[in-house]
């Protein structure tokens, strides 16, 4: 199976704070790289599929980069709603995995 | 809109048996791929199963293969996770989720809200 390495694991940052979020893949995946936010209790969210592509009613603040075995999530302007958990998960396989999770807390 | 609602889940012995299903509304569910993920309390997500949307194709992680079994029925717009064999590990939240259209293997654009199962003696 494809293994998928996030870092870091937990960050702290502040309101208007620039982050960054990666992820490693064990093997070139292209760019089958997709982008959850999970808020504690509730169901995972799609924020960016396809490594770059922002999915519909996501805020712009978000994007995604990479292609082979990197990525990055970036928020430019870290909001009070964005302090969540963020996963990786690779679709270029029939068994999909899922990144470690970074969690985002506030400063 | 498009909803999945998952029901099923509770308490069970290790051991036993459990069945979950994912009733879906608000497209066209016979289109769609669907999976089933799951959420170990204080971790996170692990992707367990894969069906397509006829439900010829279908896969499992490893360590639910021979004891859970992934199947859907497109008249009653349901998917569903029979569990056997429980054990303490697969006590978890566990999610449905639609694959995006258009992809050999697609992002999950919607999940349900999640059904908790707990496997304790």
């Known amino acids: 199976d494809i293994q998928m390495t996030q870092s870091p694991s937990s960050l702290s940052a502040s309101v208007g704070d620039r982050v960054t979020i990666t992820c490693r893949a064990s093997?070139?995946?292209?760019?089958?790289l997709n982008w959850y936010q999970q808020k504690p209790g509730k169901a995972p969210k799609l924020l960016i599929y396809?490594?770059?592509s922002l999915q519909s009613g996501v805020p712009s603040r978000f994007s995604g980069s990479g292609s082979g075995t990197d990525f990055t999530l970036t928020i430019s302007s870290l909001q009070r709603e964005d302090f969540a958990t963020y996963y990786c998960?690779?679709?270029?396989?029939?068994?999909?995995?899922f990144g470690g999770g970074t969690k985002v807390e506030i400063k | 809109e498009v909803q999945l609602v998952e029901s099923g889940g509770g308490l069970v012995h290790p051991g036993g048996s459990l069945r979950l299903s994912c009733a879906a509304s608000?497209?066209?569910?016979?289109?769609?791929?669907m999976n089933w993920v799951r959420q170990a309390p204080g971790k996170g997500l692990e992707w367990i199963s894969y069906?397509?949307?006829?439900?010829?194709?279908?896969y499992y992680t490893d360590s639910v293969k021979g004891r859970f079994t992934i199947s859907r029925d497109n008249a009653k717009k349901s998917l569903y996770l029979q569990m056997n064999s429980l054990r303490a590990e697969d006590t978890a939240v566990y999610y449905c989720?639609?694959?995006?259209?258009?992809?050999?293997?697609?992002?999950?654009?919607?999940w349900g809200q999640g059904t908790l199962v707990t496997v304790s003696s």
């Open positions: 989720a639609r694959e995006a259209g258009g992809y050999s293997y697609g992002p999950y654009d919607y």
């Open positions: 608000g497209f066209i569910f016979s289109s769609y791929e």
């Open positions: 069906i397509s949307n006829s439900g010829s194709t279908i």
């Open positions: 093997q070139s995946i292209s760019s089958y």
């Open positions: 396809a490594a770059s």
């Open positions: 998960q690779q679709s270029y396989s029939s068994s999909a995995t």
